[in-house]
Structure formats: structure tokens, C-alpha cells
């Protein structure tokens, strides 16, 4: 497995791998393969902890299958979220594009595959770094709103464009979709979000339903 390794002596660098690091502490980190650690963390989200551990298996699984197709060729990014895939990075070709998809979409228990890979060069070190941070200023402009449950949704940057990932109501989809425009250097901002109900959000946070608001019949 290759791995980045970053060097101490730029001080940008380093302060960019502490806020990546304080981001992933936050959630899941994507499976990264063609230059970058693969693997991630179970957190606190509206999965349940076996799907969570389910969406890890599938990012570990892919990311070994897309290297043997791929034989190391291009920068591939898999995240999968309830068993929905999403791939970002970039590839040499079109036909590796086409089978990159192929092969997530064979892996056990994937439901789906969004292809967001880029037919071009690699990204740089810098670019990737660029990516980094806007993914952090997400995530901090999600806690800092106080109105959005951060750890809700997964954030995933690249080359500019910030992808949301959860199981959210469409008022937190829009509200987060809000935020993260207004993110410096944010180009766009693409959702693929399981939309659900009020009630279903109050089931899973344990709340119970809203009292009743029809008054009571005055007695005869």
C-alpha cells in the first residue's frame, strides 16, 4: 500500500495534515488508493454501527479490486455511505473511468456506484492539500452553525467540488447545501443524500412524537 508522507519542514503542510487529521477524528475517512492511505473510522452517524462497519468493508474490498483492475494507474477516491458508493480521483483514461465503475459495482452489498472520476492527470500534493482543507472549513461551518448536526454528514472534497453524503430532511440537506456554498473555494457542491422524514429523525435521536394539538371536547 502506498502512503504520502509529508515533511515537517513546511510549516503550510504540516498545520494542513493537523486539520485533515482533526477532520477525520469527525468521520469515516474515504478509501484512497493510488498515493493515499486507505481506511477509516467508525463514528457517530444515523447508520447503524453495522452499517457503518458494512460501508468500510465495501471501501476496503473496492479499493483492493480497483488497484488489481487498475494496476496502480490514476487517483481513485471510494466512499461508501449505506452501501452507496461514490468514486472520485481521476484516471488516464475513459475505459479505466468505465471500469473502475464495473468493478465497485460487483463488490458484495454495493446498492450503487456515482462515478465522479476525472478523465485527466493526477491531482498534485497541493491541489490534494487544497481539498483538504475546504472538506475542514465544511465540517467547521456545519458546527458552527449550531442548526446543522454535523457529524450527519459525510464531506468529501475534490478538485474544488464538495460531495454530501447522509441520511438527512431535506431542510438539513438544504440548510448544509447553504453552507458549504459559502465555503471559500468551494466551486460546487453535488448531494447525494438520503432524504428522510421528521418522524424518522425523531425515531432515530429516541425523541418521542409531537403531542397531539387538537384541543380537548369540552364535557357535556
Known amino acids: 500500500m502506498n502512503t504520502l508522507s509529508f515533511r515537517p519542514i513546511r510549516p503550510l503542510l504540516a498545520a494542513l495534515s493537523v486539520l485533515t487529521l482533526a477532520g477525520a477524528l469527525q468521520g469515516c475517512a474515504p478509501a484512497v488508493i493510488g498515493g493515499a492511505v486507505v481506511g477509516g473510522l467508525v463514528y457517530s ?3 447503524t454501527s453495522g452499517a457503518q ?3 468500510e468493508g465495501i471501501e476496503l474490498r473496492g ?3 480497483v488497484r488489481e483492475a487498475l494496476g496502480g494507474r490514476g487517483h481513485i477516491n471510494i466512499t461508501s455511505y449505506n452501501r452507496q458508493v461514490l468514486v472520485t480521483g481521476e484516471v488516464p483514461t475513459q475505459n479505466d473511468k468505465i471500469t ?3 468493478v465497485l459495482s460487483r463488490v458484495e452489498n ?3 456506484v456515482i462515478n465522479e472520476l476525472g ?10 492539500s487544497a481539498d483538504a482543507l475546504i472538506t475542514t472549513k465544511v465540517k467547521a461551518a456545519f458546527v458552527d452553525a449550531k442548526d446543522v448536526q454535523a457529524n450527519a454528514f459525510k464531506v468529501v472534497t475534490e478538485r474544488g467540488t464538495v460531495y454530501l453524503l447522509g441520511r438527512v430532511t431535506r431542510a438539513e440537506a438544504e440548510r448544509a447545501t447553504e453552507l458549504a456554498r459559502t465555503v471559500q473555494d468551494v466551486k460546487r457542491v453535488v448531494r447525494s443524500l438520503e432524504i428522510i422524514s421528521d418522524q424518522e429523525l425523531r425515531q432515530l435521536q429516541g425523541q418521542p412524537a409531537p403531542a397531539s394539538t387538537v384541543s380537548p371536547r369540552p364535557a357535556s
Open 110 to 112: 454495493v446498492r450503487g
Open 45 to 47: 452517524d444515523r447508520r
Open 119 to 128: 478523465v485527466m492527470d493526477n491531482t498534485t500534493l497541493a491541489q490534494r
Open 53 to 55: 462497519l458494512e460501508d
Open 100 to 102: 473502475v465503475e464495473q
Open 63 to 65: 479499493a483492493a479490486r
